[in-house]
Nanobody, 122 residues
Framework: QVQLVESGGGLVQPGGSLRLSCTASGSISSFNAMGWYRQAPGKERELVARITSGFSTKYVDSVKGRFTISRDNAKNTVYLQMNSLKSEDTAVYYC????????????????WGKGTLVTVSS
């Protein structure tokens, strides 16, 4: 079973940037798509961004124009570049492997990392 490990979280001031990484123990090319989720305290986990094996990307409205998802298949790594961070971006961020259907909807498979905490605060 492929394992996913997130890194790159931390404390950052509003307006700052962070880059999260998700490294897989196996090939991410075997997955139809990869996604980044986040879960804030007291809230449900939400899909933030996803990228297909064909490098098609999609974002939740709240992060459009600020976050960028990318992937490096040679390194088996998926990234989430987060700019112009806001306090409401504070959450634990999780990496996931999933499937995107013909309508562009993302479905999470049971491959999850343990998460990395992002705290946006002055």
């Amino acid at each position: 079973q492929v394992q996913l490990v997130e890194s790159g979280g931390g404390l950052v001031q509003p307006g700052g940037s962070l880059r999260l990484s998700c490294t897989a123990s196996g090939s991410i090319s075997s997955f139809n798509a990869m996604g980044w989720y986040r879960q804030a305290p007291g809230k449900e986990r939400e899909l933030v961004a996803r990228i297909t094996s064909g490098f098609s990307t999609k974002y939740v409205d709240s992060v459009k124009g600020r976050f960028t998802i990318s992937r490096d298949n040679a390194k088996n790594t998926v990234y989430l570049q987060m700019n112009s961070l806001k306090s409401e971006d504070t959450a634990v961020y999780y990496c996931n492997a999933g499937i995107v259907d013909g309508a562009g909807s993302y479905y999470a498979m049971d491959y999850w990392g343990k998460g990395t905490l992002v705290t946006v605060s002055s």
